[in-house]
């Protein structure tokens, strides 16, 4: 009898034994989850990151810098040439009290045929419950399209060799108009000198401009590779003799095909727009005795998008100038041309356009 009831009792101390530790181990389980909640909020790193490039953007220097902690140098942020006009996200991870972000952003020179599509590595860090900062930014330049000897010529990171994009001789001859109902006209291209171009986020294309006296053409080139695969596979050609490079260097082509979009008369092109995964273009110009206008393209049927905004805003009465993108959303900025007849104040101000349906609201 004194047997069993040693084995009963042994029994009741393991069960016990037993239940205590799973007791225990949940409960550090649930600690530890707890904790882990707490350490980051993804969603207000990226809200510090958005804001930050937005101001980047739009030259709010001091606006970027207030997103900064304080002992990160950042007192070279001024204007520039270098205009940044958009931004993609690549990459994001959570290590503890720290955000990692890759961006990729393109930046255009204005007035020249100059382009770079460069890499951000930006830090976020958490400095309490609900005080986030950058803490660290790393950049560095994956591509850049410039012209020489009237080529547009392409380098890639780590690379030493320059491709050629698109010679001015090889731009087509010209090219049918898009009058909406059928193709009949034919306009001579004007191809005397190279104007402002743009990458694309995605990295294999480039929009580009060319104009002579009178007009300007724009069109998109596809690469034949990536600038991203390109600057990858820089290493590996490190050995080679650089004369023998440079020579062989102007027989490399990287354009693939052109696509023509348009050719405008009177009217000087600004800024080149890559917008939704490559899909459409916005092209901002100035038109002579007006003011500022866009023009957006469906980049794979090669067609401007009726979106009818010269009707909408007449064009010698306002200036219509692309702010930035929500999704399919663009918003505009529509100004009164100053000593403009029957300017409406009420029609100036901030619009949303929605590419989906064409329809234009104002915000």
Do not use: W
Not at 97 to 113: A, C
Not at 312 to 331: A, G, L, M, S, T
């Amino acid at each position: 009898m004194k047997k069993k009831l040693g084995i009963i009792f042994l029994i009741f101390i393991v069960i016990f034994t037993i239940l205590g530790c799973k007791k225990d181990n949940k409960e550090k389980v649930t600690n530890d989850f707890k904790k882990g909640e707490v350490l980051f909020n993804q969603e207000a790193g990226l809200a510090v990151l958005t804001n930050f490039m937005d101001c980047l953007k739009n030259n709010n220097f001091n606006g970027a810098k207030e997103l900064c902690k304080d002992e990160l140098y950042v007192d070279n942020l001024h204007k520039t040439d270098d205009e940044l006009l958009e931004y993609k996200i690549v990459y994001s991870n959570l290590l503890g009290n720290d955000m990692k972000v890759e961006v990729m952003v393109d930046r255009s020179k204005t007035n020249k045929p100059m382009a770079d599509l460069d890499l951000m590595k930006i830090t976020i860090s958490r400095l309490d419950d609900e005080t986030y900062k950058i803490s660290k930014i790393e950049s560095r330049i994956i591509g850049e399209v410039f012209e020489s000897d009237k080529k547009l010529k392409v380098s890639t990171y780590g690379n030493l060799e320059t491709k050629t994009l698109i010679d001015l001789k090889n731009i087509p001859r010209d090219m049918y108009l898009d009058n909406k109902i059928f193709e009949i006209s034919k306009l001579a291209i004007p191809s005397k000198e190279f104007g402002v171009v743009n990458f694309s986020l995605s990295a294999n294309k480039v929009a580009i401009s060319t104009y002579d006296d009178s007009y300007y053409f724009v069109g998109i080139v596809n690469l034949n590779e990536s600038i991203q695969t390109a600057a990858g596979e820089a290493s590996g050609e490190k050995g080679q003799n650089k004369k023998d490079k440079e020579k062989k260097d102007d027989d490399k082509k990287i354009g693939d095909k052109i696509t023509p979009l348009d050719v405008y008369k009177d009217k000087v092109v600004k800024g080149l727009n890559f917008l939704e995964q490559d899909l459409y273009l916005i092209v901002s110009f100035k038109e002579s005795e007006k003011g500022d206008g866009i023009k957006i393209y469906d980049i794979a049927k090669g067609k401007e998008v009726d979106a009818d905004l010269e009707n909408i805003f007449p064009r010698d009465k306002y200036n219509v100038n692309f702010v930035q993108k929500e999704d399919y959303n663009f918003v505009l900025e529509v100004t009164g041309i100053e000593g403009a007849q029957g300017l409406r104040q009420s029609v100036t101000g901030k619009y949303l356009l929605d590419l989906k349906r064409l329809k234009v609201s104002k915000i």
